[in-house]
Antibody, heavy 119, light 107 residues
Framework: EVQLVESGGGLVNPGGSLRLSCAAS????????MTWVRQAPGKGLEWVGR??????????EYAAPVKGRFTISREDSKNTLYLEINSLKSEDTGVYYC??????????WGQGTLVTVSS | DIQMTQSPSSLSASVGDRVTITCRAS??????LGWYQQKPGKAPKRLIY???SLQSGVPSRFSGSGSGTEFTLTISSLQPEDFATYYC?????????FGQGTKVEIK
């Protein structure tokens, strides 16, 4: 059974940093392109960014609002995806989901982790 | 960036109604589009991939159509469990972009 489990969310001061994790199981993580999606309270879904598999180059892409502040990385030996968030702003508040398979016939999502940016 | 314009933003319908939701892409995206259902407090669930392919396990009352710039999600006979918010997502180019969402409410 495929599982994606996010963790690392919490309450952070504006300007602070946080690292989110997504632990994967039930599929060959090293072959997967992984994506982060977020959702502000009461708002729609927003694509944050993506990392390719290492065999496909391991490159990352980001949405404009987060470029330069967010960093996506992966540790294939631990089947874990990361999202490092710096210089947090109030508009970064929301639930962060990891997902895979957006472009394939199988698609999986984690349950999400809540990030709250407030003083 | 490709903009996805989804309409309507909300609709009220009754059980048994036929419901149609549309997404328009600002440029051609072939059939690189998925439709997602999200219920409050839950992660999104994909219903349709490649614009018209039904995700395994999803009821056949859901269908998708379209290619290029115009896409449609149809629910042939709305069921109580279908009241939710629906989103389209293009994965033709980066950044990937979602539609604004359509909230389907009970009339």
């Amino acid at each position: 059974e495929v599982q994606l489990v996010e963790s690392g969310g919490g309450l952070v001061n504006p300007g602070g940093s946080l690292r989110l994790s997504c632990a994967a199981s039930g599929f060959t993580f090293s072959n997967a392109w992984m994506t982060w999606v977020r959702q502000a309270p009461g708002k729609g879904l927003e694509w944050v960014g993506r990392i390719k598999s290492k065999t496909d180059g391991g490159t990352t892409e980001y949405a404009a609002p987060v470029k330069g502040r967010f960093t996506i990385s992966r540790e294939d030996s631990k089947n874990t995806l990361y999202l490092e968030i710096n210089s947090l702003k109030s508009e970064d508040t929301g639930v962060y989901y990891c997902t895979t398979g957006l472009g394939s016939s199988s698609n999986y999502w984690g349950q999400g982790t809540l990030v709250t940016v407030s003083s | 960036d490709i903009q996805m314009t989804q309409s309507p933003s909300s609709l009220s319908a009754s059980v048994g109604d036929r419901v149609t939701i549309t997404c328009r892409a600002s440029q051609g995206i072939r059939n690189d589009l998925g439709w997602y259902q999200q219920k409050p407090g839950k992660a999104p669930k994909r219903l349709i991939y490649a614009a018209s392919s039904l995700q395994s396990g999803v009821p056949s009352r859901f269908s998708g159509s379209g290619s290029g710039t115009e896409f449609t999600l149809t629910i042939s006979s709305l069921q109580p469990e279908d009241f939710a918010t629906y989103y389209c997502l293009q994965h033709n180019s980066s950044p990937r972009t979602f539609g604004q969402g359509t909230k389907v409410e009970i009339k």
